[in-house]
């Protein structure tokens, strides 16, 4: 796992905006990756929500998301097009613009220490 100051580990990787080159894509940038335990989880299902609905501050930010978890790029496909037509607390019809890397190996989750030992998710 990476410690404040550390460079961060690069990847490659498939996700639901296309092939990411990381940190490379993202020179000159602040970006937040964050992992999240599981597709169609009603936590992270309105975290997403709210990530969407701050995009424009973000970007004022120059600061890009990207998330991970260990489902499939079909399976995080399907749950944005579910989280798109969902409303909750006057949020709807938001679209998830940040790419979600499908890790089913958990190879980047491993790197950035997002797996705790004995458990299969992040």
């Not at 335990?37 to 709210?50: L, S």
């Not at 991970?68 to 496909?77: C, Q």
């Amino acid at each position: 796992m990476p410690l404040i100051g550390e460079q961060a580990p690069s990847f490659k990787a498939v996700t639901t905006q296309g092939p990411v080159n990381f940190p490379e894509d993202y020179k000159g940038k602040w970006v937040i990756l964050f992992s999240h335990p599981a597709d169609f989880t009603p936590v992270c299902t309105t975290e997403f929500m709210t990530f969407a609905s701050m995009m424009d501050e973000f970007k004022a930010m120059n600061t890009e998301l990207v998330g991970l978890s260990v489902d499939s790029l079909y399976a995080h496909i399907a749950w944005l097009r579910r989280i798109n037509e969902l409303e909750w607390k006057g949020m709807k019809n938001l679209e998830v613009t940040f790419p979600l890397i499908e890790d089913i190996r958990m190879d980047v989750a491993k790197k950035y220490g997002m797996i705790q030992p004995g458990q299969s998710n992040t």
